[in-house]
């Protein structure tokens, strides 16, 4: 304790001194700079160009200081740019330094958001893509290559993960799922084929949604067990019109803007089967075409027309490029929320934003590619008319609410069954079936 008061103390002196010291050197350098210009007799006359500086002058120069010429004792004068500069009032105004200097000029701000908005232009209508059959555009980051190998990579982790439990490939379970996606994947092939383009004209009139209910009734009646039943009691057009509204406002814009479905990440696609013997009702498609089904499903969904529609809906999420969209939207939700943080709570930032914009956002996804994978089992020979009764079965097997609508990642399975069985996709899912069991593959439908 001694010793710090002792240390304390002789810092404290020091500073004193050194104090003293500057204030004393200051005062006789400036009775030097502004003393008579009579010297006494015997002393030579210094020049004003080399008039000694105290030691802060001759570190950082003496621009400004009252009574000092601006030639004397600068050590940066030759060959430098002075880094402030002296009002009329003999007042030192140092320049900002960094990008807040830069902004200041008008016309350096106007370059920068001429590029910017350059860039962001080209970047934005560079990176647009139509979703096949929807004609829905959406913007897409990622890279069909990059997209490629995340999906790859992940296919490797899932074998690596469940290594033990997946099924050999002449199990016949594996070889039965095998073959309905051989024929789901095949049927794809034919519907983005455009020899032959296959008219929709359901979705060819703007009075389709307009019309009466007939339609949809008929078709209702065609799921002729009593589920459908059922399912026509709770279904009305007005909550039809509430959910997929959308889908014939983006196929009468596609039409009319002439667009092409773009199919160029289905190119050259190793596609793979993985089923993974675990009770989890679940299957999913991953980009690169690698489809994984877990034993799980198959315990509740028997039939191949069944399975066919679980697989037919994963291979639709990969042809309309959901994830790599997906990861587009969170990159952009990610920055608003960084901005809204500066303003609101966190925690009501992310609740809004899961609630008004992940979550709509994902369900409007899974109806799509419900809409995507019915033609796709309907051309591959499986009756589609089997769909509604899957996502009903779906939505029982996994606990459905009528909160789902709004507060989970996919619509209930009565909504989607709802959707499904109304008369434009369901009726050209009936047609592309028709054609499929005649032996005539419908072409260019998606």
Known sequence: MGFFKGARAALDAFRNFTRTSAQSQRGSWIHRAAGPSVLPPGASRRAPDV??????????????????????????????????????????????????????????????????????????????????????????????????????????????????????????????????????????????????????????SPDTFEGSETGAHDTLMALSDKKSEKLEETWSREEELLDDRWVDQSRKEGRERGSKPTTSHLEGLNWEVLVVNEP?????????????????????????????????????????????????????????????????????????????????????????????????????????RVAPQVFEKLGQVTGDSALRDYLSTHPSGKKRAQLLAQAPVMEEALTLYREAIAGRGIEGFL
């Open 51 to 204: 008039a000694p500086c105290p030691p802060a002058c001759r570190r950082f120069g003496c621009y400004g200081v009252a009574g000092i010429g601006r030639s004397q004792c600068n050590p940066f004068s030759i060959g430098t740019k002075r880094c402030y500069y002296v009002d009329r009032h003999q007042v030192q105004h140092f320049k900002p330094r960094g990008p807040r200097r830069w902004f200041r000029n008008p016309r350096n701000v106007l370059i920068v958001v001429l590029v910017g908005s350059g860039v962001f232009v080209t970047v934005f209508f560079g990176n647009l893509e139509d979703v096949p059959y929807t004609k829905r555009r959406h913007f897409v980051l990622l890279s069909r290559d990059l997209e490629r190998r995340l999906g790859e990579t992940q296919f490797e982790q899932i074998k690596a993960s469940f290594k033990g439990k997946i099924l050999p490939p002449i199990h016949p379970e594996s070889v039965r799922i095998r073959l309905i996606a051989k024929d789901i994947i095949e049927a794809l092939q034919r519907g983005l084929r455009h020899e032959q383009v296959w008219c929709d004209m359901h979705y060819a």
């Open 280 to 384: 989890v009702v679940n299957a999913f498609c991953l980009p690169g075409g690698k489809i994984v089904v877990f034993t799980g499903l198959l315990e509740h969904f028997r039939t191949d027309a069944e399975i066919a529609t679980i697989i037919g809906h994963e291979v639709a999420h990969a042809v309309a490029r959901h994830s790599a969209e997906t990861i587009t939207k969170n990159l952009w939700f990610t920055i608003m929320q960084l901005i809204l943080y500066q303003f609101v709570m966190p925690d009501l930032v992310n609740t809004m934003s899961s609630l008004f914009l992940r979550l709509p956002f994902s369900r409007k996804m899974e109806i799509e590619a419900d809409y995507i994978g019915l033609l796709l089992i309907a051309s591959a020979g499986y009756d589609p």
